[in-house]
């Protein structure tokens, strides 16, 4: 009796009387919406405008409606291959002459592709298994419990989950610290990264910027007047492992004599750490203020897509379990335990994770680790002997420079800039060769831009110290 | 001169005078945290007791050190390649007995497994290119072009992105609804999805939950009540658009017009619509109350993985763009543009939903539509036949149902659960071959638990209806 309606044929029986197929919607395509086209076309690539939902529709794959004969011409078929094929020649080429964000574009995950066919999703917290099976909490808890030892604390004492980006580890961190001090206050460097200002505002907290050394680190001398200035109310601190723009590195052990010469008990404050990029770079670096929970701190964070390398974005937070307990009262009358900012959560993440630790452990990260340091200090000094002003922070590979004066430059290298500074972050990826052609090309480019003298090098005195700095003014 | 470090000797000569290689440690690796063994083991899979940070400890996989001579020998290689298989084979059962979570876990990306090599990320606003070259934002256009389409929004009057999934849709929705208002009051039904009153928590937002029909729907009549009681304040307002556990979807047109009659004009209130599944299919249904941004609807989002289907959760997000002008106004200054929930977005997920929106078009989603309809209606009769409580209301393809008595078969087909009652999805992957599968175990297992009269099935009266419910006392 039964049948499959796929089958054709007989189905009609297996259908309820009041069923009325014809109840979906005969012709659902919705009208064309003309588009302006003033709007959409007559923007250049060139011409950064910067004009909110417009620039990237002069570029954008439309989506098309199949012919009633595609499946059998193979038209649309061989549309999409041809878009794909164009589009993955484009991201080798940009791969390639990539050097300003702090993603590692080296990894290889073919081993992988097995998994791809699967709708792979933690949903819900990482250590309570949730009815739906297609999951992968035994990567997600090993990869976990790595980072708990990495940052001391015992695996029946943190609590922690694979987040979707750097952003969310702090945005959750800083939640934390709200429901552990509803009226803390939050303090952060200017130089900190804008996620923690985005989450001031959306978690309506009050928000006190410190001042920073040329460094980039915090400046614990303005951090006090601060402190002092609002010692009434509990603080939430957010310290940065590495900044975005000049991977400065704050100096916990510092932040936190701060806090108690300031009269800030260790159940007056909550720490954040931003370990972004550097968070799991700096446990190999010798010299470097060590994060570790046995210290006063709260949480910690750390992406998973930049020192580690992986196809999309994700990171790392691990806090106290005690906090999250605390969190998860409240939260359960919600919903069935949801201590994450995101309920649904990408299951591949935490493989990839979890597949490279494998490979690599603890010795590879530290050959990397190595590898990068030493490159981006071949690249600093290269910098300063072609008379181009750069600083580099000690515990960091992070190359920071004058910004070209060329923004098809710029571009083309995919350097992040702010001011009259660009970056570029030495990744396992970047090899001496790769900064040689960089180098090359900039001093070629530099002689032509500067080559009349009525352009000159910006000074950048401000954001590297005059000792850096090679400007005319200043060399 | 210059030589690469990783070709061995000759490499000195390139490093600063200053720096000093062996300022990497040299032993990072952490000792072994000991695990209380009592915490560790002892708790089977079958023992639900959740305790936060401790269940899925016992099942997770460790991450190792990798030995000196794996290169050599293979068997850090062998070894991981050897759970990877394990797991495949577990993904595929779990992925053929699953019925509870509204996934489409039917879809063939092979075409796409090309682009995994790539990190891909479309990290800030997906109308403005960032300095990163490796994104898809061409891709991402192209499919938030399609959804405008769909919700009646001209290109140039829409702002939107890809989200992680369905909970970042509404907790952007809300974040824009509330910065349009600021002192606002957030309306949600009590069957709105947990991520809603998340928002309200983490955003400070004052919250008055709605009561709700039988079918799941909101009760405009106590939505008139509860407006009237804070008519002072602007409403920001949730509309479901498909609830989790029942698939209601309320009656946008209701919601504007209890609005309307209770004095709310159209610049005092904001609606955000949470489509989670139902946004997407409810277009190809007849009768369907229609979401259009031609009415006064400030966003909507949906789940990419849902409907659609997605290796990794995803979501679309679609808001006026006056309200993102507005918005941005004030986040300008602490970032370059920053108008999402997240910084880096994963880049492969626009390619995913592309891929398959230009496969499917619009026909092929009226299509899909049609079929899981009918599989529902199909699966509900049969429940009924069968003496079995059920219930599917009329715009939906979910079906819910008496919870199972075994939490065993609960957990085998994935079922979700909520007091009483299950509910079971009909997506795309679900055939009817499937469901009778699933219907004839299920009348097997029944006629164990129920068979000596001594437990009986519960009475679910309260959440279908006396109509839908075959307990001893109403059939």
């Not at 959750?172 to 001090?181: D, K, M």
């Not at 570790?292 to 937070?317: A, D, E």
Request: hydrophobic share 35%; glycine share 8%.
């Amino acid at each position: 009796m039964v049948r499959s309606v796929e089958n054709g044929g007989g189905a009609v029986e297996i259908l309820p009387d009041h069923f009325d197929p014809t109840a979906v919607v005969p012709e659902p395509l919705p009208k064309v919406v003309e588009s302006d086209a003033e709007l959409v076309n007559g923007k250049s690539n060139g011409d950064r405008e910067i004009v909110l939902g417009r620039n990237v529709h002069t570029t954008c794959l439309e989506v098309t409606e199949p012919d009633a004969d595609d499946d059998f011409t193979g038209d649309k078929d061989a549309f999409m291959a041809s878009v794909l094929a164009r589009y993955r020649k484009s991201l080798l080429e940009r791969t390639k002459h990539h050097l300003g964000y702090p993603y590692n574009l080296d990894f290889d995950y073919g081993a992988l592709a097995q998994l791809q066919h699967f709708s792979i999703n933690n949903l819900g917290d990482p250590f309570i298994e949730s009815n739906y099976g297609v999951h992968s909490r035994q990567f997600e808890v090993g990869v976990l419990d790595w980072f708990a030892r990495l940052w001391e604390i015992e695996k029946d004492e943190y609590w922690g989950y694979i987040t979707n980006c750097g952003t969310e580890g702090n945005l959750h961190g800083i939640l934390v610290g709200r429901e552990v001090f509803p009226d803390g206050i939050l303090y952060a460097s200017r130089e900190t990264h804008y996620s923690v200002f985005k989450a001031a505002r959306m978690y309506r907290m009050e928000c006190v910027k410190v001042d920073t050394l040329v460094s980039g680190e915090i400046d614990c001398a303005d951090f006090k007047v601060k402190l002092l200035a609002h010692k009434d109310k509990p603080a939430i601190i957010n310290v940065n492992i590495g900044t975005t723009v000049k991977g400065a590195v704050d100096d916990l052990d510092l932040v936190i004599q701060t806090l108690e010469e300031s009269g800030f008990t260790h159940d007056r404050f909550y720490i954040h750490c931003d370990g972004a990029l550097f968070g799991l770079m700096m446990p190999f670096v010798k010299r470097a203020p060590k994060v570790s929970f046995k210290k006063p701190i709260g949480s910690v964070s750390v992406s998973g897509h930049k020192f580690v390398g992986c196809p999309m974005p994700c990171g790392v937070q691990i806090t106290r379990l005690e906090h999250i307990n605390a969190l998860s009262r409240d939260v359960e009358y919600l919903a069935s335990r949801d201590a994450t900012i995101m309920g649904s959560r990408n299951g591949h993440a935490p493989i990839f994770l979890w597949y490279t630790l494998n490979r690599k452990g603890y010795k590879g990260f530290q050959k990397e680790v190595q590898k990068c340091l030493r490159n981006a200090h071949y690249l600093k000094d290269r910098l300063l002997d072609a008379g181009i002003s750069a600083m580099l922070n000690e515990l960091s590979s992070t190359v920071v420079f004058e910004r070209p004066w060329d923004e098809e430059f710029v571009r083309r290298w995919q350097l992040a800039c702010q001011g009259n500074i660009a970056h570029v972050v030495v990744m396992p990826n970047v090899t001496i060769d790769k900064l040689d052609d960089f180098l090359n090309e900039l001093v070629e480019k530099r002689s032509t831009w500067y080559q009349d003298g009525k352009v000159k090098p910006p000074c950048i005195a401000t954001e590297v110290g005059s000792e850096n700095c090679l400007c005319t003014l200043h060399k």
